[in-house]
Structures are given as structure tokens and as C-alpha cells.
């Protein structure tokens, strides 16, 4: 069973934005933690930005300033707002929960890429 979809990824020009999203299942919404990871080619998949049940976030340091990842109840999203995007940001992104003990299989991800 799918417990995450991720949406809102594309193509975008270095200083650009993009709004991603992500709905988990409701019962992984309303219990845990949650994360924005993200892939790059020929890399491993990393932590990007976390938030946890208390909504208070983290982020990982090339994207302080630039990401903010927030909790929308009325939609049950887990959303990632990504600002001043660089070359380096390309990756597919994921959300699953902020804890390897409580991580879930993972969605399709959604691509983001960043070129002129």
C-alpha cells in the first residue's frame, strides 16, 4: 500500500522556487514525525529537512535560509517550500517519517531539477 505521494517537483532556472508536497497515509500524518529527503545521481539518499510531532524542524546546513517544511492539517500535507534553488539542489525528493524506526517503504519521489 502507497503511504506517501509526493508532488510538485520540476524544472526550474538557479535562484528559482518550488513548492513541494507530500500526503502520506493518515494514520503516518497523525502519528509521526516526518521528512524531506532527497537523491541526487550517484548519491545516497539524505535528510533534508524534518519536522517533528511537535512541529519543531531541522534542517540540514546547505539549505538553512533557502528551505522551510511545514505541516498543513487542513490538507494533511507535509509540504517543503524551496527558495533561491541551485544546481546542487537536482535530486528526486521524498518524504517519509524523520526516524529510521518508524521509516516506511518510500514513494516514487518527485523530480527536481535546477539548470539554465
Known amino acids: 500500500q502507497v503511504q506517501f505521494v509526493e508532488s510538485g517537483g520540476g524544472l526550474v532556472q538557479p535562484g528559482g522556487s518550488l513548492r513541494l508536497s507530500c500526503k502520506p497515509s493518515?494514520?503516518?500524518?497523525?502519528?509521526?514525525?516526518m521528512g524531506w529527503y532527497r537523491q541526487a545521481p550517484g548519491k545516497e539518499r539524505g535528510m533534508v529537512a524534518q519536522l517533528t510531532t511537535v512541529d519543531n524542524t531541522k534542517y540540514i546546513e546547505s539549505v538553512k535560509g533557502r528551505f522551510t517544511i511545514s505541516r498543513d492539517v487542513a490538507n494533511k500535507t507535509i509540504d517543503l517550500q524551496m527558495n533561491s534553488l541551485q544546481p546542487e539542489d537536482t535530486a528526486i525528493y521524498y518524504c517519509?517519517?524523520?526516524?529510521?524506526?518508524?521509516?516506511?517503504?518510500w514513494g516514487q519521489g518527485t523530480q527536481v531539477t535546477v539548470s539554465s
Open positions: 517519509n517519517t524523520n526516524h529510521p524506526s518508524t521509516r516506511l517503504p
Open positions: 493518515p494514520w503516518v500524518f497523525e502519528r509521526y514525525g
